[in-house]
C-alpha cells in the first residue's frame, strides 16, 4: 500500500502552493464589485453568497490541511478528503450550479452529490482531529451538541429527512433558485444535515449499529417516495421555465440512482451490525 | 382447386357438427359456410342496442348503410360489425335490414368505394382483398397456418398416445416439445394481427428484437436445463476443499452475475434504440398527421382533426408516412392496438396518450382493444387500411366533401 | 429402565393436559400452529381445485373459436375469480400455511408467538375465501378482471355488488395474509432455539422472513385501495373520478405496488422449499448460504421499485420506462444466483433422484423458461405489443406454476410423511407429474405462441380466420392433460392414508429440525427444547432426536399449566426470556365470525349492523388484549425452574414489542401508500382543483396536535421513568394522559365537525377526510389502550413485576404523534407551498 510515513516534502511543498493560494483568493475577492449587493433582497444576480460559500469551504480545507500538518491522518484520509474537497468545488462552482439554473434534473444531481456523495466520503476520511488540531478546543465546544445528535442516527435522519421535503416543496424550492442567498442555505442544510447523518451512520457503534440500519432503510424508502412522485408528476413543480421531462428525470436520479448508495450502505451497515453482535457473543461464551 | 376446398371443409365443418346441438333451427337453413352462425345474434343484438347510444346521426347511418351496399368490403373478415350480416356475397343487400331496429353506426365511409378506386392501382391490395375474400367465404383462417394444422393434430396425437402408452415418457416429453417446436417453425407467422408479421416500422423492430431475443434465451435455456442434468448425474463423492471453491466460484460469480448482467447489457444495448425508434419523437420532417382515437364501451370514435373527418371502428393511413393516434377513452380504459404496425397504447379518460404508426405498405390492419373494458371487450376490433398517398388524398377529399355536404 | 420410561410416559401426558388439542366443537379453539398450518393447506386446495375447476371451464370456452358454451358475462366471472382465487385464496394462503407448519419446527420453537392471531388469520382466511365464492353461487362474482382497474369498477360501469364482492373479500382475506405475515416475522425475529444465530438459520427461514416482511409491506398499499375504492363505489368518494379530481392510474399505481412483490411473496416461499430439499437430496449443505441470503434480500429489495413495469403502457414518461425496464431485469440478478447455487450444490454434491427432486427438475425447467420470458417482457418495446395478451398470460403461469406450484408439489411429497407418518407412493407421483409436465406445456408452451400471433387476454371468444384457432384447441386440451395430473397427485393423497406404508424416522435424511419432532409431530413439537449450534442440526448431531424426546434438553417441564418457549436474541439467538404461549381460546373465533358479518354487512349496505358488529368486535377485541400478560387465564404464577430466566411479560423485552413494532411498519405502510396517493393526485390528476378556502382550519388543528403532543410526551417520559422501575404514581398518570388525550380527541372531532369538507364532490377534500379519520383511529386507539393500561394497573396486572405491557403501548404514541404533524404538513403547509399548475 501507499502510505508516507513522514511526509515533510509533501507538507513543504504544500505550504508554498497554499501561500499562493491565500494570496490569490484574497486578491480576487478584494478586487469584486459584487461586495456592494445588498444580501437577501436580491434578485440572484448577487455573486456575493457564492464568494462567501467559496470562503467557507476554502478556509474548511485550509483548516483540515494545516490540522493534517499537525497531526498527519494518514494517506488515504488525506486523499480522500483532498477528493471530497474537488467534489465539493466542482459541485457548487462547476457547470452543474449554471445548469441547475434551467434544469430540475441538474439541479437534482446537484443536490444528489450533497446528500449521497460529499458527506459520506467526508465521513469516511475522519477529518475531526485535523480540525481539532487547527482550531482547538473551540471546536470541540462548538461540535458538542452536533456530536449527540450523531448518537441518534434516527433523530438524524429525521432532521435530514425534513430538509430535503422542506426545501423540494414547490415555493421554498423556487425561492432557493431566484435568491442566491437562500441557495447557499438550502445546500449548507443539505450538506450539514446529510453529514450528520453519513455520521451516524458509517460510524455507528455496536450501540447505534441496529438503529443505523433501519434509519438508512427510512431515508431510502423517503427519498425513493419523493423521486417517485417527481417521476411521475405531470403538473410542472418548480415554475414552467422548467421542463417536464427534466423534472422527470431528476425524480429518477433520486429515486434510482440516489438509492443505491443507501441501498449499498445499508447492507454494508447490515452486515457490520450482523458482525459486531456475532463477535461479541462469541467473546461472551469463551469468558 | 378442389383439393383445397377439400381441406378447407375439414376443418370448420367437423366443428360445426359438434356446435349443431346448440343451433337454432331457424338459421339451419343458412349456408353451412357461415361458421359465424354459431355465435348467438342476440348477443350481437345486445351489442348493437348498446352502441345506438353513439352520436352518429340516424339519417346520417341510413345513408351510409345504402353506400355500404354496393359490394363486399374487404374488411368483411375481421371486422366484426359486419360479422351479423347474414350473407356478404350477396350484392343487393342492404346491411341496415339485417339488424332491424338496432340502428348500428356506420361511419362516414365506405371501403367498397377505396376498393373501387384500388383496383387499378394497387396490385398488393388486390391480392389482400382476394385472399380475404376467400377466408370470408369459407370461414377458416388464413391458408399459412392452415397448411399445417392438421398434419400437427396428426402427429400430436401420435405422440400423446405413445406417451400415454409407454414407460419411458421424459424421452416423449422431449420430442413432443420438439414436435411443438417444429410446428412453430413451419407455421407461418401470418395472421391478420400476428406480431410477427409486421408492417409498420415499429412492429417491424418488435418482430426482430422478439427473434432475436427467442435465440439468444433458448441458448441460454438450453445451457442452464443441460447443466442442470449434468449437475443430476450419480457421482461418487462429494467434492471438498479446492475443487468445491471452484465449482463455486464459477458457478455463483459466472452464472449468478456475469451471465445475467451481461445478458442484460446486451438487450439494453439493442432495445433502447429500438424503443427510440417506436416512440413519437418530434421527426425530422414535421408532417405528422394527427388523428384522434377515442375509445367506448365497445367501439373505436375517429376523428381527423384537420380534415374534420369522423370513423367509426375504421382508420384511414397513408403508407410510408408516420401518423400519430393520440388515444384517449370516454368512458372506462381501453388500449388501441394494432399489432401489424405498432405495440399497444392505453386509452385513459383524462389523458391523451400518442402512439405513432407508420405502415411500410398499404393493406388493411387488424386491431383489437387490449385492455379489459367490460361486457364485450372480446369484440371491440377496428381496422386500419393503409393506401398510397394518391389514393389516400382521393378518400380524404371524398370524406371531406361529403361531411359538408352532410353538415349543410 | 422401565422406570425412567414410565416417567418419560408421565412428562409426555403431562404436556399432552397442557398442550393437547380438543375435539369436537371445541376444536374450533385450538390455537396449535401444527393444526392451523395443516387447516391453511387444506382449505387453500379445496380453493386451488374450484380455481383449477374455473380454468377448465375457460379453456372449454376458448377451445373452438365463437363457441357458445359460456356467456360472455360467466367467462368474465370466471377469468376474475380464478386470478383472485388463485393469487389470494391458494398461493399465498398455502405458501403461509405451510410456513406456519414448518417453521416453528424448523427454529426449535413449541409454537408461533401470537397463537391466537393465528387462528384469527385462518378463520378470516376461510370467511373471506367463502365470501368470494358465494358470489360466484350468486351468479354476481366480479367481472372486471383480478387487478380491478377504475374506472371500469368505479359505479356508473359496474352499478352491481360484483366489484364490492372482490374488494371486501380480498380485504377480508388480507387481514388474515397479514396478521399472519407479522407473526411470522416475529416468531423467527425470538423464538429460535438457543444459539440458532441468524447465520445459522434454515435457508426456508430466511425466505419465509423475507417473505413476511414483504406482506407486511406489500399488501397495505392494496388494502388502502380497496378501502377506497370502496369508498368511492359506496359513499361517491371520487378518488378514481376524473371528472371531480381524481385519477384512475392511481389505483393501477396502489395496486402494482402490491402486485408486483405479490409475485415474489409467492416465489420466495417456494424457493425456499426448494433450497430446503435440494441439499438434502445432494447430501451436503447448500453452497454459497451467505450469497443466497443477500440474493433473497435483494430480491425484496428490488421487487418494491419494479411495479411501473406492468404499466408500460399507460403512457408513463419513457425515461422512468427505461429505467424501470432495467431495474426490473435486474432481477434477474438474485434470482439468477440462487438458481447457480443451487447447481453448484448439485454439481459438488451426490444427488439422489427420488420423487420431489423430479418435481424440482420440473419446477426448474418451466421456471427458468418464465423468467427468460420475465426477461423478454421488460424489454419496453416488446412488451409494448404483447402486454395484456396471450403470451403474458403464458408467462404468469410459468412463472407462477413454475415458481410456485412445481416447487410446492415436491415439497408436498417431501413433507408428506411429517404430516401423515405415511409415504406417498413413488410410482403415481412419477405419473402424476410426467401428466401435469406434459400437460401444463402443452397449454402454456403454446399460448406464447398465440400471443404473439396477436390473440389479447381476458376475451370469452375470437373470431375463426384469424390464426388462433389451432393453438387455442392446443392449449385447451394440454389443460385437460394437466388437470389428469392433478387428479392423481389427488388420488396419491387420499390413497395414501390408507395404503401409505409407514415412514420410518427421517425418511430422506433431511438435516433441519422440523425431523427431529415425531412423525406426525404431537402439538408440543419437541419434549425439551435443544440448542442449535449449527445449520444442520441432524447431521452434526445424529441422535438427537432420542435426547429430545428423552427430555434431555431444556425446558422439559410443564406442570406448572403454561406453555413455555425459548425467547431468544433475534441476532445471536442467546437465550432472553422464557415466552409463554396463550392457551385455546373462543375469542380469536368470534372475533373472526363478527369481522365476517361486519363485512358482509358492509356489502350489503346495512349500517346499523355494521356499526352492531364493530361495537362486538371492539368488545371481543378488548376482552382478548384482557386476557394477556399477568392475566390469571395467560400465566397463572411466575415461578420458574431455577436457573432458568424471567417470563417475558416480567421483562421489558417480550415479543408484543416486536409485534407492535412490525404492526406498525404495516400501518406505516399504508399510511405512505395514502401519502403517495394524495401528492400523486396534486401532481398528476388533470382536472384537480383544491378549494378556494382551506377546508380545516389551521389554528385548531395546531391546537389538537399539541394537545396530542403534550399527552404523547408525558406518556413517553412515564415510560423512562417505568424503565427505571419508578412506579409509584403509575396509576394517576396514565389517567391524566387518558384525560389529556380526551380533550385532544374531542379537539379533533370539533375540528372535523366545523371544517368545510365536501368529500363526495371533490378528490381532494376527499382524501382529506381519509387522512383526518386515519388520525383520529390513531388518537382513539391511544386514548383506549392508555385507559387499558390504566385500568390493568387497577387491576393488578401491571405492578412493580410486571411493567411490559405500558411500553409497548409507547411505540403506538410516538407513531401517532409523528403521523399526525406529518398530516399536518401535508394537508395544510403542503398547500401553502403549492406553486405548480
Not at chain 1, 446537484?110 to 482531529?129: A, G
Not at chain 2, 407455421?187 to 435465440?215: E, N, V, Y
Not at chain 3, 427430555?551 to 406453555?563: E, F, I, Y
Request: a positive charge.
Amino acid at each position: 500500500m501507499l502510505s508516507i510515513k513522514h511526509p515533510i516534502q509533501l507538507v513543504l511543498i504544500w505550504r508554498r502552493i497554499l501561500f499562493v493560494y491565500i494570496i490569490g483568493f484574497i486578491a480576487f475577492l478584494l478586487s469584486n464589485p459584487a461586495l456592494a449587493h445588498d444580501p437577501f433582497s436580491s434578485t440572484g444576480e448577487s455573486q456575493l453568497p457564492i464568494i462567501l460559500s467559496a470562503v467557507l469551504i476554502f478556509f474548511l480545507w485550509l483548516s483540515y490541511t494545516v490540522g493534517a500538518i499537525k497531526v498527519w491522518p494518514g494517506l488515504r484520509h488525506w486523499l480522500l478528503f483532498q477528493v471530497t474537497s474537488v467534489i465539493i468545488c466542482l459541485t457548487i462552482f462547476g457547470p452543474l450550479d449554471e445548469w441547475a439554473e434551467t434544469s430540475t434534473a441538474a439541479h437534482m444531481m446537484q443536490h444528489m452529490f450533497m446528500m449521497v456523495l460529499i458527506p459520506p466520503l467526508w465521513v469516511l476520511s475522519k477529518p475531526l482531529p485535523q480540525f481539532k488540531a487547527f482550531f482547538g478546543k473551540p471546536v470541540v465546544w462548538l461540535s458538542f451538541p452536533l456530536l449527540k445528535i450523531v448518537r441518534y442516527p434516527m433523530l438524524a435522519a429525521a432532521l435530514h429527512a425534513f430538509m430535503i421535503w422542506f426545501w423540494h416543496a414547490p415555493k421554498l424550492y423556487i425561492l432557493a433558485l431566484e435568491n442566491q442567498w437562500w441557495h447557499v442555505v438550502e445546500h449548507a442544510c443539505f450538506l450539514v444535515t446529510a453529514g450528520l447523518f453519513w455520521w451516524a451512520v458509517l460510524r455507528s457503534t455496536r450501540f447505534t449499529a441496529a438503529r443505523a440500519f433501519l434509519a438508512l432503510l427510512f431515508t431510502l424508502m423517503h427519498t425513493g417516495f419523493l423521486g417517485a412522485l417527481l417521476t411521475f408528476a405531470n403538473a410542472l413543480l418548480y415554475g414552467p421555465e422548467r421542463s417536464l421531462q427534466s423534472q422527470q428525470l431528476a425524480g429518477l436520479y433520486m429515486w434510482v440512482l440516489g438509492g443505491i448508495p443507501y441501498l449499498v450502505a445499508a447492507f454494508w451497515c447490515g452486515q457490520r451490525w450482523f458482525q459486531q453482535v456475532i463477535r461479541r457473543s462469541k467473546s461472551i461464551v469463551h469468558e | 382447386m378442389q383439393k383445397k376446398d377439400l381441406r378447407l371443409n375439414i376443418n370448420p365443418n367437423a366443428i360445426l357438427i359438434n356446435k349443431l346441438a346448440s343451433h337454432d333451427a331457424g338459421q339451419k337453413n343458412q349456408s353451412t359456410s357461415q361458421y359465424r352462425n354459431v355465435e348467438a345474434p342476440g348477443q350481437y343484438l345486445c351489442c348493437w342496442v348498446l352502441d345506438t347510444q353513439q352520436p352518429v346521426q340516424a339519417s346520417e347511418r341510413k345513408h351510409h348503410d345504402r353506400k355500404n351496399s354496393v359490394a363486399p368490403g374487404a374488411n368483411q373478415a375481421t371486422n366484426f360489425t359486419h360479422c351479423n350480416q347474414v350473407n356478404q356475397t350477396k350484392q343487393s343487400r342492404n346491411a341496415a335490414q339485417d339488424r332491424p331496429g338496432t340502428n348500428k353506426p356506420k361511419s362516414g365511409t365506405s371501403p367498397e368505394r377505396i376498393t373501387g378506386i384500388q383496383v387499378g392501382q394497387i396490385g398488393c391490395y388486390q391480392s389482400d382483398q382476394r385472399r380475404d375474400r376467400e377466408v370470408n367465404q369459407h370461414w377458416v383462417k388464413r391458408m399459412a397456418c392452415n397448411r399445417h394444422s392438421t398434419d400437427y393434430v396428426l402427429l400430436a396425437h401420435s405422440t400423446l398416445l405413445s406417451i400415454l402408452g409407454k414407460e419411458q415418457w421424459s424421452r416423449k416429453i422431449i420430442s413432443t416439445l420438439l414436435l411443438i417446436f417444429i410446428f412453430f417453425l413451419t407455421s407461418g407467422c401470418k395472421g391478420p394481427q400476428s406480431t410477427l408479421d409486421p408492417a409498420g416500422i415499429g412492429a417491424s423492430a418488435a418482430s426482430f428484437l422478439w427473434w432475436f431475443m427467442c435465440i439468444f434465451f433458448s441458448i441460454v435455456f438450453i445451457g442452464v436445463v443441460a447443466l442442470w442434468f449434468y449437475a443430476m448425474r450419480p457421482k461418487e463423492k462429494t467434492l471438498k476443499g479446492y475443487e468445491l471453491a471452484k465449482v463455486t466460484r464459477r458457478m455463483i460469480i459466472g452464472g449468478g452475475l456475469l451471465l445475467p448482467t451481461i445478458s442484460i447489457l446486451i438487450l439494453i444495448a439493442l432495445g433502447i434504440p429500438i424503443g427510440n425508434r417506436m416512440m413519437p419523437f418530434a421527426s425530422s420532417n414535421d408532417d405528422v398527421m394527427a388523428i384522434h382515437v377515442v375509445g367506448h364501451q365497445w367501439w373505436w370514435e375517429v376523428w381527423y382533426p384537420k380534415e374534420r373527418i369522423r370513423l367509426i371502428n375504421e382508420i384511414h393511413i397513408p403508407a410510408n408516412h408516420p401518423v400519430d393516434i393520440h388515444a384517449s377513452s370516454a368512458d372506462v380504459i381501453h388500449s388501441f392496438w394494432v399489432p401489424r404496425l405498432n405495440g399497444k397504447i392505453d386509452m385513459i379518460p383524462g389523458h391523451t396518450n400518442i402512439l405513432r404508426l407508420q405502415a411500410q405498405k398499404t393493406g388493411q390492419y387488424r386491431g383489437q382493444c387490449a385492455e379489459f373494458c367490460g361486457l364485450w371487450h372480446a369484440k371491440m376490433v377496428l381496422d386500419v387500411f393503409a393506401h398510397t398517398p394518391e389514393t389516400f388524398q382521393l378518400w380524404i377529399e371524398e370524406n371531406k366533401a361529403r361531411n359538408s355536404n352532410e353538415s349543410l | 429402565m422401565s422406570r425412567s420410561e414410565i416417567a418419560l410416559q408421565d412428562k409426555h401426558r403431562e404436556f399432552n393436559q397442557v398442550w393437547g388439542n380438543p375435539k369436537g366443537l371445541r376444536a374450533l379453539t385450538i390455537v396449535n400452529h401444527t393444526t392451523i398450518g395443516i387447516r391453511f393447506m387444506v382449505t387453500a386446495t379445496i380453493f386451488f381445485l374450484i380455481g383449477g375447476l374455473m380454468a377448465m371451464l375457460m379453456r372449454t370456452q376458448l377451445a373452438l373459436p365463437a363457441q357458445q358454451f359460456l356467456t360472455p358475462d360467466a367467462y368474465n366471472q370466471l377469468f376474475t375469480m380464478h386470478g383472485t382465487v388463485m393469487m389470494f385464496l391458494f398461493a399465498v394462503p398455502f405458501m403461509e400455511g405451510l410456513a406456519i407448519y414448518l417453521v416453528p419446527k424448523m427454529i426449535g420453537a413449541r409454537d408461533l408467538v401470537f397463537p391466537r392471531i393465528s387462528v384469527l388469520g385462518y378463520f378470516c382466511f376461510l370467511f373471506g375465501g367463502l365470501m368470494l365464492l358465494s358470489s360466484l353461487l350468486l351468479g354476481v362474482a366480479p367481472n372486471t378482471g383480478w387487478f380491478m382497474y377504475t374506472p371500469l369498477t368505479s359505479k356508473p360501469y359496474s352499478p352491481g355488488l360484483n366489484a364490492d364482492f372482490w374488494l371486501l373479500g380480498v380485504t377480508f382475506v388480507e387481514i388474515s395474509a397479514i396478521v399472519t405475515g407479522i407473526e411470522l416475522v416475529v416468531s423467527i425475529a425470538r423464538t429460535r432455539a438457543p444459539k440458532m444465530a441468524l447465520h445459522l438459520m434454515p435457508l426456508y427461514c430466511w425466505y419465509i422472513l423475507v417473505m413476511a416482511l414483504m406482506i407486511v409491506f406489500g399488501f397495505p398499499p392494496l388494502i388502502l385501495g380497496s378501502l377506497l375504492l370502496e369508498l368511492e363505489r359506496a359513499a361517491g368518494f371520487p378518488f378514481f373520478d376524473v371528472a371531480k379530481g381524481g385519477d384512475p392510474i392511481l389505483w393501477q399505481h396502489l395496486f402494482w405496488l402490491f402486485g408486483h412483490p405479490d409475485v415474489y411473496i409467492i416465489f420466495l416461499p417456494a424457493a425456499g422449499i426448494v433450497s430446503t430439499l435440494i441439499p438434502v437430496f445432494a447430501r451436503r449443505p447448500m453452497v454459497g448460504y451467505r450469497w443466497v441470503v443477500l440474493g433473497i434480500i435483494t430480491t425484496g429489495f428490488i421487487s418494491f421499485g419494479v411495479w411501473v413495469h406492468h404499466m408500460f403502457t399507460v403512457g408513463i414518461p419513457k425515461l422512468a420506462q427505461a429505467f424501470f425496464s432495467v431495474a426490473s431485469m435486474l432481477v434477474a440478478i438474485p434470482t439468477a444466483i440462487q438458481l447457480f447455487a443451487w447447481l453448484a450444490t448439485l454439481l459438488s454434491g451426490r444427488p439422489v433422484f427420488r420423487l420431489p427432486m423430479l418435481w424440482i427438475t420440473g419446477f426448474l425447467i418451466v421456471f427458468v423458461a418464465g423468467g427468460l420470458t420475465g426477461v423478454m417482457l421488460a424489454m419496453v418495446p416488446f412488451d409494448w405489443q404483447v402486454h395484456d395478451t396471450q403470451f403474458v398470460v403464458a408467462h404468469l403461469h410459468y412463472v407462477v406454476i413454475g415458481s410456485m406450484f412445481f416447487p410446492l408439489v415436491a415439497g408436498l411429497y417431501y413433507w408428506m410423511p411429517h404430516f401423515t407418518g405415511r409415504m406417498a407412493s413413488e410410482t403415481m407421483g412419477r405419473w402424476a407429474f410426467g401428466f401435469t409436465f406434459v400437460g401444463f406445456n402443452t397449454t402454456f408452451l403454446i399460448m406464447h405462441w398465440t400471443g404473439l400471433l396477436g390473440m389479447p387476454r381476458r376475451v370469452y371468444t375470437y373470431a375463426p380466420g384469424v390464426g388462433w384457432d389451432w393453438p387455442n384447441l392446443i392449449s385447451s386440451i394440454g389443460s385437460f392433460i394437466m388437470a389428469i395430473g392433478i387428479a392423481m397427485i389427488l388420488l396419491d393423497v387420499l390413497l395414501h392414508f390408507r395404503f401409505g406404508r409407514k415412514a420410518p424416522a427421517n425418511p430422506w435424511g433431511a438435516d433441519t429440525l422440523e425431523w427431529a419432532t415425531s412423525t406426525p409431530p404431537s402439538p408440543y413439537n419437541f419434549i425439551s427444547l435443544p440448542e442449535c449450534p449449527t445449520r444442520h442440526p441432524l447431521w452434526d448431531y445424529p441422535n438427537l432426536p432420542q435426547t429430545i424426546t428423552q427430555g434431555k434438553h431444556t425446558l422439559a417441564v410443564a406442570s406448572h399449566g403454561r406453555r413455555e418457549t425459548w425467547g431468544t436474541d433475534p441476532v445471536t439467538g442467546e437465550v432472553r426470556e422464557i415466552i409463554h404461549l396463550p392457551a385455546n381460546a373462543w375469542i380469536p373465533f368470534f372475533a373472526a365470525l363478527t369481522l365476517a358479518v361486519l363485512f358482509v354487512s358492509l356489502l350489503l349496505q346495512s349500517y346499523t349492523l355494521s356499526v352492531m358488529m364493530l361495537v362486538i368486535l371492539s368488545g371481543l377485541l378488548l376482552r382478548w388484549s384482557w386476557e394477556n400478560g399477568t392475566h390469571p387465564n395467560a400465566a397463572p404464577h411466575e415461578q420458574t425452574e431455577p436457573g432458568d430466566p424471567p417470563l417475558h411479560s416480567r421483562t421489558f423485552d417480550g415479543p408484543g414489542l416486536w409485534g407492535m413494532a412490525v404492526s406498525l411498519l404495516v400501518d406505516a405502510s399504508m399510511y405512505m401508500a395514502l401519502l403517495f396517493g394524495w401528492l400523486y393526485l396534486w401532481t398528476v390528476a388533470p382536472l384537480w382543483h383544491v378549494p378556494e378556502q382551506a377546508p380545516i382550519g389551521w389554528l385548531s388543528l395546531l391546537i389538537s396536535g399539541l394537545l396530542l403532543s403534550f399527552s404523547g410526551i408525558w406518556y413517553y417520559r412515564l415510560m423512562k421513568q417505568v424503565r427505571k422501575g419508578h412506579v409509584s404514581c403509575l396509576q394517576m398518570n396514565l389517567w391524566g394522559i387518558a384525560i389529556v388525550a380526551f380533550v385532544h380527541v374531542l379537539s379533533l372531532l370539533w375540528v372535523f365537525w366545523s371544517s368545510s369538507l365536501q368529500p363526495t364532490q371533490i378528490a381532494h377534500d376527499a382524501v382529506v377526510f381519509v387522512m383526518f379519520v386515519y388520525v383520529l383511529f390513531h388518537s382513539v386507539l391511544a386514548l383506549i389502550m392508555t385507559i387499558q393500561m390504566a385500568l390493568r394497573k387497577a387491576y393488578g396486572y401491571i405492578g412493580k413485576q410486571a411493567l411490559y405491557e405500558p411500553i409497548v403501548v409507547e411505540q403506538w404514541w410516538l407513531y401517532t404523534i409523528v403521523i399526525f404533524w406529518v398530516t399536518y404538513a401535508a394537508i395544510i403547509l403542503f398547500p401553502l407551498s403549492w406553486a405548480g399548475g
